[in-house]
């Protein structure tokens, strides 16, 4: 089965390869073309919808009130590890 991309801006070239990913996908999963495309999509989509380590960050920060000054973007001297692990 073949999937028709519409894109008047896409090439031969980018239509082709979009048949044939989309055709090895399929392959890959056991699927119809359409059900791979479909998985495809949501799992992208997903990913994008996840925040990254930095958004959660930026986001709890907000949330909080806390603000990234320029001491707290320095890492911490060894000795404050060394303490935090210390077993004296």
Do not use: Y
């Not at 999937?3 to 390869?17: F, K, L, V």
């Not at 999963?29 to 930026?58: D, F, M, Y």
């Not at 949330?63 to 990234?68: C, E, I, M």
């Amino acid at each position: 089965m073949a999937i028709e991309i519409i894109d008047p801006d896409a090439g031969q070239e980018t239509r082709q390869e979009m048949q044939r990913l989309v055709q090895t996908l399929a392959t890959l999963l056991g699927t119809a073309p359409s059900e791979a495309l479909l998985t495809a999509l949501r799992e992208a989509v997903s990913r994008r919808a996840t925040p990254t380590p930095l958004q959660s960050a930026a986001r709890l920060r907000r949330k909080f009130g806390v603000s990234l000054t320029d001491t707290a973007r320095r890492p911490l001297p060894r000795a404050v590890f060394d303490a935090m692990w210390d077993e004296e």
